[in-house]
């Protein structure tokens, strides 16, 4: 690739997946051969470098092979940084994971930072996780509390829609945004019809699409400690027994590969039988 396509995972509410999404994103598009820079911007959790952390051990413990990001990570003392100093790492970081790697892959915190704003900026892709309840919505749009009509976009709706501008204004080019609905569990039929005829109104009122996320399974947690994800699962890999769960959870994932559009990234590395 002549230019690295840069993906920012992003929701200013904690507890929506981000870190999931993006650590499953990482490991799908390296199995379709990609090089991939793994930024994590959570500088007080930072899980996505603590997965990896983990994959790196566990596959030198067990003698087994699977591919592995380039990092670069940010001290975690930048939380107790200026803005201007914090901002001056992200970018040398920034810089130099964009020349290394095919795809830029970037982890945001839950809540308003300087480097979070400003990696908005550099996305080429924003994928925006979001449970399904209107405590998530409220970060994207704010609905009148009686007839629960849509009032105006919230405050990351407002972050992205700023990002996009100055992206614009700054070299012509568009950010695509994928609110993907994420941990998706048995509701009253009611309100998940209400809460999709609000995502479908704020998605044409700010402009993005909408797709799936990954359902609140137990193998998605079972895998985590060992830093792997489903598609790491063959017959040299193999942590936890495999049911027919683990199959549901790869084709969950290939949908939403698919949703993003990097289908031809991934090419047939999710199609492999576990």
């Known amino acids: ?44 959790q930072q899980s996505l470098g603590h997965f990896f952390a983990s994959r790196r051990a566990w596959l030198a413990a067990n003698e087994a092979e699977a591919p592995m990001p380039l990092e670069f990570p940010l001290s975690p003392d930048l939380a107790l940084a200026t803005d201007g100093e914090a901002l001056a790492a992200f970018h040398q970081a920034f810089e130099a994971a964009n020349e290394a790697a095919d795809f830029v892959l970037i982890d945001t915190p839950g809540g308003d930072t300087a480097i979070s704003r400003a990696a908005h900026g550099l996305a080429d892709l924003i994928v925006t996780p979001m449970n399904d309840s209107f405590v998530d919505f409220d970060m994207l749009g704010v609905v009148d509390p009686v007839s629960l009509d849509l009032k105006r976009p919230g405050l990351y709706s407002v972050t992205v829609w700023d990002s996009r501008k100055a992206r614009a204004v700054a070299d012509g080019r568009s950010i695509d945004w994928v609110v993907l609905r994420n941990r998706l569990a048995p509701t009253e039929a009611r309100n998940r019809r209400r809460l999709d005829e609000r995502v479908k109104a704020l998605s044409r009122r700010v402009g993005f699409r909408v797709g799936p996320g990954l359902r609140d399974r137990v193998i998605y947690r079972e895998l985590y400690p060992f830093g792997l994800t489903i598609a790491d699962l063959s017959p040299a890999i193999r942590p936890v027994a495999i049911s027919l769960q683990h199959v549901a959870a790869r084709q969950e994932l290939r949908a939403l590969i698919g949703a993003l559009g990097l289908g031809d990234v991934t090419g047939q590395t999710l199609m492999a039988a576990e």
């Not at 799908?28 to 959570?42: E, P, S, T, W």
């Open 1 to 44: 690739m002549s230019q690295p396509r840069v993906i920012v995972v992003g929701n200013e509410k904690g507890g929506a997946g981000k870190s999931t999404i993006a650590l499953h994103l990482a490991v799908a598009l390296m199995y379709g051969g990609a090089k991939v820079a793994v930024l994590d911007l959570d500088l007080r």
